[in-house]
């Protein structure tokens, strides 16, 4: 009694101590050539990819809490430039195109982030994500060593990295960003570049290292990314992937669950018996995240499909349904 007693002054004072800092506590997010480690542990970790723009905001908390239930670690979203700068200099930050509060909710419902900035993102959206008013500015070139794309491209990335630090969204400020994503894909296309796309390679990852986000930065399904870039591995198997250096560890930011529809196509199916051999090769062959592309696809709304011919609806077979419906039961 007499102990207890008089260890209560002590405890309290942890207690505030603890209370004081927790809510600024920077979680330390690095990475070796087995995982990518957290506050210090090598993690085996599960992302599934929710496009905020591809639902409604109300939908949100139930489509991660569904996520969270299906056992994910990690809600992995791209940024959508055109969608949130539609024309130069307007900016468009409401309604499903929140962002900052959909990163909010997983953060509440206790769940990490994957920021795919891009802002080249691809997705099956609308000019991949560019604005088509940069398309039309004199001179410039997309996605290659060209001075006018790179200002506006740096200005984008510049000002979304802005708004999640504002918010202390960034593991790094005790937020759910644990890692952050430059370009996309560029593997498939550097060599139509020649040396110019090696130049915007080391480009992009000069620039993102220089944004200071103090979580690692990835670049999906490019073999030449430059360190500390971790170049990282999309598709439906990816057990021969190989990062480009030997401290990366190996992940799958796309383990493709279904695949996009087009009109006049049949409807894209997986077998769960092709996925569970997928599985067990990958965590057999040495990997550590993957990430589950889609884990809910949604709806293109408007005119934000991509082509060729693909449909408004972005199901994608994916573990919830176009609206947010699982079949799975949970017992
Ligand atoms: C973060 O974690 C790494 C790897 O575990 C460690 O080397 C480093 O000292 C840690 N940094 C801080 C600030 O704790
Ligand atoms: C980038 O942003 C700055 C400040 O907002 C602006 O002055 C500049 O013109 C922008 N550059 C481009 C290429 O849009
Ligand atoms: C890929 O996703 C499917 C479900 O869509 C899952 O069954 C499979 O285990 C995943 N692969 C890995 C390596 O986690």
Redesign the pocket.
């Known amino acids: 009694m007499v102990m207890i007693r008089s260890s209560r002054p002590l405890l309290l004072l942890i207690a505030l101590v603890v209370g004081l800092t927790s809510s600024a506590t920077a979680t330390n997010v690095t990475y070796d050539g087995r995982a990518i480690i957290i506050n210090g542990e090598r993690r085996l970790l599960?992302g599934g990819s929710i496009h905020y723009p591809r639902s409604t905001a109300d939908m949100w908390p139930g489509l991660i809490q569904k996520a969270k239930e299906g056992g994910l670690d990690a809600i992995d979203t791209y940024i959508f430039w055109n969608a949130h700068e539609p024309r130069k200099g307007e900016y468009n930050f409401a309604g499903n195109l929140d962002f900052i509060k959909f990163i909010k909710i997983v953060k509440e419902a206790g769940l990490y982030v994957v920021l795919r900035i891009g802002p080249y993102v691809c997705a099956e959206w609308n000019y991949g994500g560019f604005p088509v008013w940069l398309h039309q500015i004199l001179g410039i070139e997309l996605r290659t060593d060209n001075e006018i794309f790179k200002a506006e491209m740096q200005n984008f990335t510049t000002l979304i990295v802005d708004m999640v630090k504002k918010e202390n969204l960034l593991a790094s400020q005790g937020g759910p960003i644990i890692l952050t994503q430059i370009e996309n894909e560029y593997g498939n296309f550097i060599e139509k570049y020649g040396a110019a796309g090696k130049q915007y390679m080391q480009w992009c990852a000069d620039m993102a290292e220089s944004l200071d986000v103090g979580v690692p930065w990835i670049m999906c399904q490019e073999p030449d990314a430059p360190a500390p870039m971790i170049n990282t591995c999309n598709g439906f198997y990816?057990h021969k992937f190989k990062p480009n250096r030997p401290d990366s560890p190996k992940m799958?930011t796309e383990?493709w669950?279904g695949w996009f529809q087009a009109w006049g196509e049949g409807q894209p199916y997986?077998p769960?018996e092709d996925?569970?051999y997928?599985?067990a090769y990958?965590?057999e062959s040495g990997?550590s995240f993957?990430n589950?592309y889609m884990y809910h696809g949604g709806t293109n709304f408007g005119r934000t499909s991509g082509g060729p011919y693909l449909m408004t609806s972005y199901d994608y077979d994916a573990?919830l349904d176009e609206y947010g419906t699982s079949f799975i039961t949970y017992s």
């Open positions: 599960f990816c799958w383990n669950t997986r769960v996925l569970a997928a599985v990958f965590f990997g993957q589950y573990p």
